[in-house]
């Protein structure tokens, strides 16, 4: 005797099957090796922090926030470097408390050189105008401070 079963009985057969299937599937097992890469690259990221800090980049980068410049020494710094501190600084004419922004310096040149102090003179675009800048480097007591000057 043949008995016919319908394909509605079977599918709720194939729906355990295919759910302990998927229960009983193997999951894939991270790899080992991942926490002795994420400490390698800690390292490496800390000897490149530590270096930077010896070569004294990261105290350039920190001055730079704190007191406007990243000048370390008179010696090491030259008229270009101070040129480019100038640009974009806003000097106040103590006579009329007048705000001007500077907006380029050119022909910049060495005036005075020595362990104390380094001046250059240069000429500056401020409000379309050319005047004179004279930008100082000052050591006072093992501090470096950076004055502009201009004369109209």
Request: charged content about 25%.
């Amino acid at each position: 005797m043949v008995q016919f079963v319908s394909h509605m009985d079977f599918l709720p057969h194939i729906f355990c099957v295919l759910y302990d299937f998927h229960i009983m599937r193997k999951e894939p097992q991270p790899r080992k090796g991942i926490g002795f890469m994420n400490l390698l690259f800690l390292v490496v990221i800390g000897w490149f922090v530590y270096n930077a800090y010896q070569l004294g980049y990261l105290d350039k980068l920190l001055s730079t926030f704190e007191s406007g410049h990243s000048f370390t020494s008179i010696e090491e710094t030259t008229c270009e470097d101070l040129k480019q501190s100038a640009i974009g600084q806003e000097l106040t004419n103590s006579v009329s408390d007048e705000v001007t922004e500077v907006m380029g310096v050119r022909n910049i040149k060495e005036i005075k050189r020595n362990n104390e102090e380094l001046v250059c003179r240069g000429e500056v675009l401020a409000k379309g105008n050319y005047n004179t800048i004279e930008i100082k480097l000052t050591d006072w007591d093992g501090e470096l401070f950076v004055q502009w000057e201009i004369s109209y």
